[in-house]
């Protein structure tokens, strides 16, 4: 299969060793990987803002650039949940990308059909924070977990393991005060665990920001960066 990165502002920006475990995993499953160099921010700051006009600008922009990819992989449920939910309300439904885009837990798990990836993590115990939009718009809760588990690691139980960590992008601007307590109250509930692992950007910002504020010691890790850990990779795993 054909698959094309959209690597997303954030991990182009903070997370850019999470980007290239997207390309080092995906291809160690067998994807031939592209990544068109005109791709740019989805659209989603503007969108958020109320500039519907650049949004949409954007997204025609972000259409035209992966219009050739046979399926669009997103190292994020937030920025896969624009393409895949608000570009076909900006369009007018005649957003075709929605349908070939898809977040990385998804697409290993519901379009190549694999759920066990390697022993990388056996021992590791990791407690899986759920972002707001995979869980919430493209309904994706239990992927995570079975990939993780896939890998050899324990899930642990984490009682907010659901809530918001307050980012909310401009939220987290605007709104600085309610966006740190709201992290700061799932920090509080975290059980003893080597990792809280997450398949956004922003919320392992957010929420390892807050930590090292509060110097807990704890290890934030976006997903993609744990599964390529977890796969038999050869030469590559670690």
Not at 29 to 41: D, I, N, R, Y
Not at 194 to 201: A, E
């Amino acid at each position: 299969m054909n698959v094309a990165l959209f690597v997303t502002c954030l991990a182009d920006h903070y997370f850019a060793d999470a980007a290239a475990d997207t390309v080092r995993l995906l291809r160690h499953l067998g994807c031939t990987v592209s990544f068109p160099e005109a791709q740019t921010c989805c659209g989603q700051p503007a969108y958020n803002a109320g500039r519907q006009g650049e949004a949409l600008r954007m997204a025609r922009h972000t259409i035209g650039v992966f219009e050739d990819a046979d399926a669009v992989v997103v190292p994020s449920g937030s920025c896969a949940t624009m393409v895949k939910k608000f570009y076909p309300r900006l369009t007018g439904g005649t957003a075709t990308l929605a349908d070939r885009t898809f977040e990385l837990g998804e697409f290993i798990v519901h379009r190549l059909g694999v759920t066990e990836l390697g022993d990388g993590l056996a021992g590791r115990r990791i407690a899986i924070h759920q972002g707001c939009h995979a869980l919430r718009e493209l309904r994706l809760e239990s992927e995570p977990a079975t990939l993780l588990e896939g890998c050899g690691a324990e899930i642990v139980p984490w009682e907010a393991h659901d809530e918001c960590c307050g980012f909310g992008g401009l939220f987290s601007v605007k709104m600085t005060a309610v966006s740190a307590a709201m992290a700061d109250r799932k920090l509080d509930t975290l059980p003893e665990i080597d990792w809280v692992v997450s398949g956004d950007g922003g919320c392992v910002l957010q929420l390892d920001g807050r930590s090292r504020a509060r110097e807990m010691g704890v290890e934030f890790v976006h997903l993609a960066t744990a599964l390529w850990r977890g796969a038999a990779a050869p030469g590559g795993a670690r």
